[in-house]
């Protein structure tokens, strides 16, 4: 029915539902199906074809590892010693074994630690300069007793620490070939042949001969952007 003549007006009955038989819902059918089967043909063949239809990460995914060393030394890393430094600084080396002296010394600052603050707790503590270098202390407020649950709870930890039964042992978590690219990296450091650092700018690890880097150090440290002699040659050879 027409709600209104005149130009711009459209009829308001509702559309009639298409009906179609049973041999033209089976041509859709087969028609859908083909159309489908043919895009997914093309797709794939885009994919896993020619090279040309991939991009660089589908090209480069499982063939080319991530590289973030700069060698600028004479050095040649090997691709255990590569595969190492790409781990980053961050990479956290389980140690071989557990430095128990190392470890009784930490508990020992530990605990002077726990004691002073206890000492200061609710005092006002003494006006100290900053040092610059600071040194290694190991006294102890003097006539003051320590609370008994305080040395409860530091005999606690100790007994905890020192008992072998709770020590974790677990293998390392680098594999034999980078254990020894470690070692090597590690001599070569203190035998003064490479200086390994963070970059400066950017995520990455250079690298370079160790006469080389203490050059660009004294070249850093002896510019100036005035005239006259810099205070660094006093202390240059």
């Known amino acids: ?24 819902k089976q041509s859709f059918r087969s028609t859908g199906s083909a159309n489908i089967n043919h895009n997914d043909a093309t797709n794939n ?25 700069f060698n600028y030394s ?39 630690a726990a004691i002073w603050n206890e000492f200061w707790f609710d005092r006002e503590s003494e006006d100290q300069t900053d040092l610059i270098f600071k040194k290694e202390k190991d006294n102890l407020p003097k006539n003051h007793t320590v609370p008994e649950d305080l040395k409860t709870f530091l005999s606690a930890v100790t007994s905890e620490i020192q008992d072998p039964r709770n020590r974790i042992t677990e293998k390392s978590n680098l594999p034999h ?3 020894q690219a470690l070692k090597e990296l590690v001599k070569l450091q203190k035998e003064k042949h490479i200086v390994i650092k963070a970059c400066d700018k950017g ?28 205070i660094i040659h006093k202390w240059m050879p």
């Open 203 to 230: 995520a990455g690890i250079i690298i370079l001969d160790y006469s080389e880097y203490v050059k660009a150090c004294y070249k850093h440290l002896t510019s100036s952007q005035y005239e006259g002699t810099p």
């Open 74 to 112: 004479s050095q040649t890393l090997t691709p255990s010693m590569t595969s190492l430094l790409n781990r980053g600084f961050n990479f956290s080396i389980l140690p071989e074994k557990i430095d128990m002296t190392q470890i009784n010394v930490d508990l020992k600052r530990f605990k002077r």
């Open 177 to 179: 070939d980078e254990q």
């Open 1 to 24: 029915m027409e709600t209104g003549g005149g130009r711009g007006h459209t009829s308001s009955s509702p559309a009639q539902p298409v009906r179609w038989n049973s041999e033209q």
């Open 45 to 69: 063949s885009t994919v896993s074809g020619s090279p040309e239809g991939r991009d660089d990460h589908q090209l480069n995914s499982g063939e080319n590892e991530k590289n973030v060393i």
